[in-house]
């Protein structure tokens, strides 16, 4: 082309589950516009060869944890300035998107295939539109037809996020200056699995995104990409998906149908990424670990309100199964417990000085099921400032440290621990609300369960009230064959 292309860059980025209480406010998220939205990118920091002679216009992207459904207005506020930003941009060729796919807005059944919906009533049938996703996103037609690449995530942990949003930008540019629309196909696999089963550091999922390159490297294919999809969202998107872009559509559909099948036929390997059991029984065998070093530290996993998923981030089944323990009231074994949001519980004794005795009911504000707020009778032990939790405590009850926080956060860092005092080899137990246990705690632990605890995000299925999602659906049920139509644009 003649001119620099034009390409604008947005999107409104979380995944929230419709089962949890939690309400997602726009304080809740990180907002960023002008400079500070490019910079976000490294790839246009440091040029890349195909950024040549591309012009990039910042719309706005908010971003938030995870969390319950969106409130309506922060999103539509969101909505219109993408809207109002595009209107007065002048001529575009193009707009990466760059959201989770997996945003629940109160009284919106396919927020994200809403927001595409705007998007081209104001930008227009020509430009390209690529869009950047989780994998744990869901892919609805709406958002298939209004797009003309969507890639996502191969790796869970997520390890590739700037990767994948960078093939989604390379794609998008690739693509205009072949002056070519691709071609592409849409395979929905009706499979609904918790992230926690399908991890690509185990099989069946590490095969399966292994295929994804090989797919991808043929000739006539530019991108192939396998959606899990979000399963604590009670809505007819949520499923897997298969989407594969290219410049020969029978190479696109041939290609998508084949990835398509092969998660289809995995569906009866899917299992926990961990051995699982009740928060009692992971405690039973973490408690009889004590004392043995390769061991230490054993984590539990609170599932079933890991922030990092939806959850409430306040639920008190798992501390108080942990503080009931006599091993940990008499100190015996050292527990730390990540964490609680109460900022009203932090206000009260965070100016406190340390060793300060402090009685405090925390938890239960938000998702107040059984036990509900919790009696903490216990002493001080640190005050710290966290760029994720805000103003943050440890209060010591025994021998456990219960971490309380002023915002929702997920422990997944070690320096997070260590703002509060704690360094994880020296700790024999470590409850962390969390699912997998991302990367750093991975590496550091000694021995691992996954607790299938309550919340909004329950990682047993058949115990959430699905209603509008479709059926059947593997695996709520098991005996169907699945319809693995090609649909193509």
Not at 194 to 204: A, H, V
Not at 240 to 247: L, Q, S, Y
Request: proline share 6%; charged share 25%.
């Amino acid at each position: 082309m003649s001119r620099p292309l034009r390409v604008a860059i947005g999107g409104v980025h979380i995944e929230s589950s419709t089962f949890s209480p939690h309400l997602s406010t726009a304080a809740d998220f990180e907002v960023t516009r002008g400079d500070a939205l490019l910079a976000r990118y490294d790839w246009l920091a440091t040029a890349r060869s195909w950024t040549a002679d591309v012009e990039w216009i910042p719309l706005v992207h908010a971003r938030a944890l995870p969390g319950g459904a969106v409130e309506p207005g922060a999103y539509e506020g969101w909505a219109a300035e993408i809207v109002e930003r595009l209107a007065a941009a002048g001529p575009l060729d193009g707009m990466l998107l760059d959201f989770h796919g997996a945003m629940s807005v109160v009284g919106r059944d396919d927020a994200e295939g809403d927001l595409i919906t705007a998007i081209r009533s104001v930008l227009g049938p020509q430009p390209y539109v690529s869009a950047a996703m989780d994998l744990h996103g869901n892919v609805s037609r709406v958002l298939f037809d209004a797009c003309d690449l969507l890639t996502c995530y191969r790796t869970a942990p997520h390890v590739d996020v700037w990767e994948t949003r960078e093939r989604a930008a390379r794609n998008l540019v690739e693509a205009l200056r072949r002056g070519q629309r691709p071609h592409k196909a849409l395979v929905h696999v009706p499979i609904l699995l918790p992230g926690e089963m399908t991890s690509t550091r185990e099989e069946p999922a590490r095969g399966l995104y292994a295929r994804v390159p090989e797919v991808e490297a043929r000739d006539g294919v530019v991108d192939a990409a396998v959606w899990i999809g979000y399963a604590w969202a009670d809505q007819a998107r949520c499923q897997g998906a298969v989407v594969v872009t290219g410049t020969d559509a029978a190479a696109a559909a041939d290609a998508a149908r084949e990835l398509g099948e092969c998660f289809w036929a995995a569906r009866d390997e899917f299992a926990f990424v961990a051995p699982t059991g009740t928060m009692d029984e992971c405690l039973d065998a973490a408690l009889a670990a004590v004392g043995d070093p390769a061991r230490r530290p054993f984590f539990i996993s609170d599932s079933g309100d890991n922030p990092g998923a939806g959850g409430a981030d306040d639920v008190t089944y798992a501390l108080a199964r942990l503080l009931a323990r006599p091993e940990i009231r008499a100190g015996s074994c050292r527990a730390v417990f990540a964490s609680l949001v109460d900022p009203q519980t932090v206000a009260q004794v965070a100016d406190l000085p340390p060793g300060a005795p402090v009685r405090v009911a925390v938890g239960g504000r938000i998702d107040a099921r059984e036990p509900g707020p919790l009696l903490l009778d216990g002493v001080l032990e640190a005050v710290a400032d966290d760029p994720d939790g805000g103003r943050c405590v440890s209060v010591r009850v025994g021998g456990a440290s219960v971490f309380v926080t002023s915002r929702r956060m997920q422990y997944r860092l070690l320096e997070s621990y260590a703002r509060l005092g704690v360094a994880v080899e020296h700790v024999d137990v470590v409850v962390v609300k969390i699912g997998y246990l991302e990367p750093e705690l991975f590496d550091a632990a000694g021995d691992w369960l996954l607790a299938l605890t309550p919340g909004g995000v329950d990682q047993d299925l058949a115990r959430l009230p699905y209603h509008r999602v479709n059926r059947p659906m593997f695996p709520l049920d098991r005996d169907f064959t699945a319809d693995l139509t090609v649909v193509t644009g």
